[in-house]
């Protein structure tokens, strides 16, 4: 008896997989969660865009290929993916936010859908990715209380946001010749980006309003290389991406209502900037390195261009675009996993994966003329094989993450955050054939 296997392409399999993909699109519209005053500032909190074995490893991933995981963060690493395979990766998360300021704290608690992604190989030396995550967060609501130095008059101001940005890609990645790959993501972008600040004053009867409002549907590309060279039977990698400067095709607009509660009446003044948000020219540049099949390294440093972007403002009753009110941000990330004996064949934990990475980036956005918040960030994960009648190619991935946001006089934030992912790996393509 000899038994051959056959890569086949089974075409009911892959349309049932992306109609099921397709409905779990319509549940990403809801935002992964976020309830930081920061995020009023630019477009938001913005998303790391990785997926769960990044998360567990810092973040870290520009030059990670592996043939078993879907890795956005770099789409040269589709060209790396098993030919006998379809993989689905989703993830949630949830939080729980520490704000502190003045001897003050506060806690407050959020979560939600964090990504769902595919892959396939779909000829030699190509792979083919998609999926659908969040690109900005939006959500705060808070008050504060001011007094003019120049009387005894109090202003109270009530900031409330939400919305975001989302993306919905399609990637492919490219194997030229051995050692060297491309590869390219196309992403449509949609979302509703909402803000608003009343105030009014001790001794005024009047309220003003100041509401804003943008609508993104548009899109946006991301490019990306990787040199993998052996040595010996280890492997070095090195990876980067860059993301050109790109219009949004949003009309921010602006409405100031002066309302007067003892007449019950209100003014209303309107504006709108045409074509008025962007996003950055961006690149990184990651190096990684593979000690046989038990440890993998990596590190990542990626700036965004933000400062050369002009973003809407309301100043002296006018509502424009004004420069300076961003700024470069850097990122740096660094990361590790360690799988204890994975040629084992007898225990489950012998293919446990251990992760464990940091990071550390500057603020987008300047608050009153002065730096936002840095960050840093440390996290632990697990890769627990899931084992079935077939194989455990699978995994649950789970991993616990602390971030700290801090700048002098302003809050400061500690976040621990707890990420669930699904990776779902099985032979798809490859039937057997018995002889």
């Not at 990651?286 to 390294?297: F, I, N």
């Not at 956005?365 to 890769?383: A, N, R, V």
Request: a positive charge.
């Amino acid at each position: 008896m000899k038994i051959f296997g056959k890569r086949t392409i089974n075409m009911n399999k892959i349309i049932s997989c992306l109609a099921v993909f397709s409905m779990t699109t319509l549940t990403a519209f809801a935002q992964s969660g976020t309830n930081s005053p920061y995020s009023q500032y630019g477009l938001g909190d913005l998303s790391d865009q990785g997926v769960g074995f990044n998360k567990g490893m810092g973040g870290v991933g520009l030059a990670f290929r592996k043939g078993n995981e879907v890795n956005p963060m770099n789409p040269a690493s589709y060209s790396s993916i098993d030919s006998i395979t379809m993989i689905f990766d989703a993830g949630l998360s949830g939080q729980i936010t520490n704000f502190s300021e003045g001897g003050r704290k506060l806690n407050a608690k959020s979560g939600g859908f964090d990504y769902v992604t595919g892959a396939l190989r779909l000829i030699k030396n190509v792979g083919v990715s998609f999926g659908v995550m969040p690109l900005s967060n939006i959500g705060y609501e808070y008050t504060s209380t001011t007094s003019r130095l120049d009387s005894e008059t109090s202003v109270y101001s009530e900031y409330s946001g939400k919305g975001g940005l989302n993306q919905l890609f399609l990637g492919v990645g490219w194997r030229v010749f051995k050692p060297l790959s491309v590869g390219f993501n196309v992403s449509y972008l949609w979302g509703d980006i909402e803000k608003s600040v009343s105030s009014v004053s001790s001794s005024d009867i009047n309220t003003i309003y100041k509401d804003y409002y943008a609508s993104v549907s548009n899109y946006k590309f991301d490019f990306g290389v990787q040199f993998a060279q052996p040595i010996g039977k280890d492997m070095l990698t090195i990876g980067a991406v860059f993301s050109p400067e790109h219009k949004l095709n949003a009309d921010p607009e602006a409405r100031i209502i002066h309302k007067n509660s003892s007449i019950s009446k209100s003014d209303t003044t309107s504006f709108k900037i045409t074509d008025g948000l962007s996003l950055p020219t961006s690149f990184g540049i990651g190096v990684a390195y593979q000690k046989d099949l038990r440890l993998r390294v990596g590190a990542d440093f990626r700036m965004q261009k933000w400062g050369s972007l002009a973003f809407p403002t309301f100043n002296n009753n006018s509502y424009s675009l004004k420069e300076g009110l961003l700024k470069d941000s850097y990122k740096m990330n660094v990361g590790a996993e360690w799988i204890p004996n994975p040629r084992s064949t007898r225990s489950v934990l012998h293919h446990v994966r251990y992760r464990v990475g940091a990071g550390y980036s500057t603020p987008y956005y300047y608050i009153e003329g002065k730096d936002g918040p840095k960050e840093i960030h440390l996290s632990f994960g697990l890769g627990i094989p899931i084992m079935n009648g077939y194989n455990n190619r699978s995994l649950l991935n789970v991993s616990a993450e602390w971030q700290r946001r801090s700048a002098d006089n302003l809050i400061t934030e500690n976040t621990f955050r707890l990420n669930i992912g699904l990776t779902f790996n099985e032979r798809w393509f490859s039937k057997m054939k018995v002889e």
